[in-house]
């Protein structure tokens, strides 16, 4: 059963625009929540995280907004650019170190 | 600060043979894990370690052993190789306690069982 779910394995946007993936978790005890992104031949590198008791985490381009009572969350990048396309992990913690990572978006950003 | 290093980055084996796959890392984190990445399947946890001499298993670790016998070390053992096993493998750590810190990758080693 799949705790953390990422239902679009792909995505394409115009450069310039916003890119919104998105993520939706099933466990409650997950209480913090990550972003990696990954590009071909090269391990995933940490984007931005966000802790249960925040609703929105920003750090430039980069938003992750939390909806804890739908078990959702979204990554938004504004403005989207050719070299952010890449593979998008969303993964969860609760209780342990340990990672449950989605299955990954991969994002294309056309110029 | 070479981060996490994996060695190799590409081993092809043949059924039963077994192998170790290095990880290291120079940033004294004591937290330590093994990943696979499947097509189709994200990230799956094999094995970690909370510090020097301590291992658990993760999502999944049938055919896979560790130890932990350094703080910087932390090698995956493919006991008897078989196709499933087939998969890019990530090393990752992070500092005092791998909850609610980001954990640091390594660059993988792509691994194809014959």
């Known amino acids: 059963d799949q705790q953390v779910k990422q239902n679009s394995p792909s995505l394409s946007v115009q450069e310039g625009r916003i890119s919104i993936l998105n993520c939706d978790y099933t466990?409650?005890?997950?209480?913090?929540f990550l972003w990696y992104k990954k590009y071909p031949a090269e391990g995933p590198t940490f984007l931005i995280s966000?802790?249960?008791?925040?609703d929105k985490n920003e750090d430039g381009r980069f938003t992750v907004f939390l909806n804890k009572s739908a078990k959702h969350l979204s990554l938004h990048i504004v403005p989207s650019q050719p070299g952010d396309s890449a593979v998008y992990f969303c993964?969860?913690?609760?209780?342990?170190?340990?990672?449950?990572f989605g299955k990954g978006t991969k994002l294309t950003v056309n110029p | 600060n070479a981060g996490v290093t994996q060695t190799p980055k590409f081993q092809v084996l043949k059924t039963g043979q077994s192998m170790t796959l290095q990880c290291a890392q120079d940033?004294?984190?004591?937290?330590m894990s093994w990943y696979r990445q499947d097509p189709g399947m994200g990230l799956r946890l094999i094995h970690y370690?909370?510090?020097?001499?301590?291992?658990d298993q993760g999502e999944v670790p049938n055919g896979y052993n560790v130890s932990r016998s350094t703080t910087e070390d932390f090698p995956l053992r493919l006991l008897s190789a078989a196709p499933s096993q087939t998969s890019v493998y990530f090393c990752?750590?992070?500092?005092?306690?791998?909850?609610?810190?980001?954990?640091?990758f390594g660059p993988g080693t792509r691994l194809t069982v014959l």
């Open positions: 990752a750590s992070s500092t005092t306690s791998g909850y609610y810190n980001e954990q640091f």
């Open positions: 466990n409650s005890m997950f209480d913090y």
């Open positions: 966000i802790s249960s008791i925040k």
């Open positions: 993964a969860a913690q609760g209780g342990s170190e340990k990672l449950v």
């Open positions: 940033m004294n984190h004591e937290y």
């Open positions: 370690s909370v510090g020097a001499g301590i291992t």
